[in-house]
């Protein structure tokens, strides 16, 4: 069975500082990987999807199979950016996301 | 931006009763889903529905769970005899392909005393 795990459940950094939020899966087939946010008091939000290889509010995330990872990352990051951040974990043959346990970022002035 | 709603955002249910979380998905998605976390938890899937029926389900969706498009605007969830256990958050989603870009509702508390 598929498993996302993001280790790490607190992360502070301070305003302008880079920051890396760890990803980690484990699925025998080929996945698609995406980033969700939820900012205090709101909706779960899609972030960003590997497929896309996109860039959302400064954010990238690469798809490392090697490794098994997605890390999330942002190089200065900004007090807006404060949030809990979750991984998700699709199959091609699945519609189904299995997420991680999430991280709560926190972006000090 | 269109929005997934849901309703009621917080309910409080006696073990045992029965009770319907709604949703209304946007309008144009064809593809709609139940996940829910409890508390300290992670999200976890439920339930996935297209054309009608339901296209997949967690083990967790067992023979207590149901879902069902009355009308072709609501989406709803109904735990026909709750448990303690059941209390979470109940999260709707929607998405116009089946390509995992969901927008996800705001959320049912649930709460079962």
């Known amino acids: 069975a598929q498993r996302v795990t993001q280790p790490e459940k607190l992360l502070s950094v301070f305003k302008g500082a880079p920051v890396e939020l760890k990803c980690n899966y484990s699925?025998?087939?080929?996945?698609?990987l995406f980033w969700y946010v939820q900012y205090s008091r709101q909706r779960l939000q899609l972030l960003l999807r590997h497929i896309s290889r996109e860039s959302i509010k400064g954010f990238t995330a690469d798809l490392n199979k090697g490794e098994t990872s997605f890390h999330l990352k942002k190089p200065f990051a900004q007090e807006e950016d404060s949030a809990m951040y979750y991984c998700?974990?699709?199959?091609?043959?699945?519609?189904?996301?299995?997420f991680g346990s999430g991280t709560q970022l926190t972006v000090l002035p | 931006e269109p929005e997934v709603t849901q309703t009621p955002s917080h309910q409080v249910t006696q073990m045992g009763q029965e009770v319907i979380l709604r949703c209304v998905p946007i309008s144009n998605h064809l593809y709609f889903y139940w996940y829910r976390q409890i508390l300290g938890q992670k999200v976890e899937f439920l339930v996935s529905f297209y054309n009608n029926e339901i296209s997949e389900k967690s083990e967790i969706f067992d023979d207590q769970f149901s879902v069902e498009r009355p009308d072709g605007s609501n989406f709803t969830l109904k735990i026909r005899s709750t448990k303690l256990e059941d209390s979470a958050m109940y999260f709707c989603a929607s998405s116009e392909v089946a390509d995992y870009g969901y927008t996800f509702g705001s959320g049912t508390r649930l709460t079962v005393v």
């Open positions: 998700a974990l699709s199959r091609s043959t699945s519609w189904q996301l299995t």
């Open positions: 699925y025998s087939g080929s996945p698609e």
